[in-house]
T-cell receptor, first 113, second 113 residues
Framework: KQEVTQIPAALSVPEGENLVLNCSFT??????LQWFRQDPGKGLTSLLL?????REQTSGRLNASLDKSSGRSTLYIAASQPGDSATYLC????????????FGQGTTLQVKP | DVKVTQSSRYLVKRTGEKVFLECVQD?????MFWYRQDPGLGLRLIYF???????EKGDIPEGYSVSREKKERFSLILESASTNQTSMYLC????????????FGDGTRLSIL
């Protein structure tokens, strides 16, 4: 059974720092891996999706990497800003159809001005 | 722009009531999902549907049922609401056989008194 773990559960950094969020999964047979952002009391917003054949994806100050063989993904945030404060969740999709996702518990990030 | 719309942001119901949560997507997606999110437990899949009138149980289906009469609409039904069903409910959709992200609604905060 696929399990997804995110470490740390919470992170507080000063504005301007570069930071890395970690995600690990137990079964390397994945279709893709997705990173989401969730603001308090809101739904999830998709940030990046990495296909199983890819190693990384970039969007602005965000870069996500994927190492299937070791069951790891990282989300790198460059030059963090207070507006980046949110909970970040990673999720793996195991099969090509249905689209079911297995989520990690999330990392809650606080960026202090 | 893609859109998943949940009918209510906040809902208060009484124990024993039959509760309907509605979700509509405008992207012609085959797959739709209902999750609940609780502190410390993360996102848990209740039910999903991979086609009209087709459904499958997720991880925590007890006390819930679903209906998908039209492709764009997926309803979650609490047959007889109980206080332990107080939670944040999130609807999502995605396309079959594609590397497209899962899109989420804004969520419904449901309180059962």
């Amino acid at each position: 059974k696929q399990e997804v773990t995110q470490i740390p559960a919470a992170l507080s950094v000063p504005e301007g720092e570069n930071l890395v969020l970690n995600c690990s999964f137990t079964d390397s047979a994945i279709y893709n891996l997705q990173w989401f952002r969730q603001d308090p009391g809101k739904g999830l917003t998709s940030l990046l999706l990495i296909q199983s054949s890819q190693r990384e994806q970039t969007s602005g100050r965000l870069n996500a990497s994927l190492d299937k063989s070791s069951g790891r993904s990282t989300l790198y945030i460059a030059a963090s800003q207070p507006g980046d404060s949110a909970t970040y969740l990673c999720a793996v999709r195991g099969s090509s159809n249905t689209g079911k996702l297995i989520f990690g518990q999330g990392t809650t990030l606080q960026v202090k001005p | 722009d893609v859109k998943v719309t949940q009918s209510s942001r906040y809902l208060v119901k009484r124990t024993g009531e039959k509760v309907f949560l509605e979700c509509v997507q405008d992207m012609d997606h085959e797959n739709m999902f209902w999750y609940r999110q609780d502190p410390g437990l993360g996102l848990r899949l209740i039910y999903f549907s991979y086609d009209v009138k087709m459904k499958e149980k997720g991880d925590i289906p007890e006390g819930y049922s679903v209906s998908r009469e039209k492709k764009e609409r997926f309803s979650l039904i609490l047959e007889s609401a109980s206080t332990n069903q107080t939670s944040m409910y999130l609807c999502a959709s995605t396309r079959d056989y594609s590397n497209q992200p899962q899109h989420f609604g804004d969520g419904t905060r449901l309180s059962i008194l």
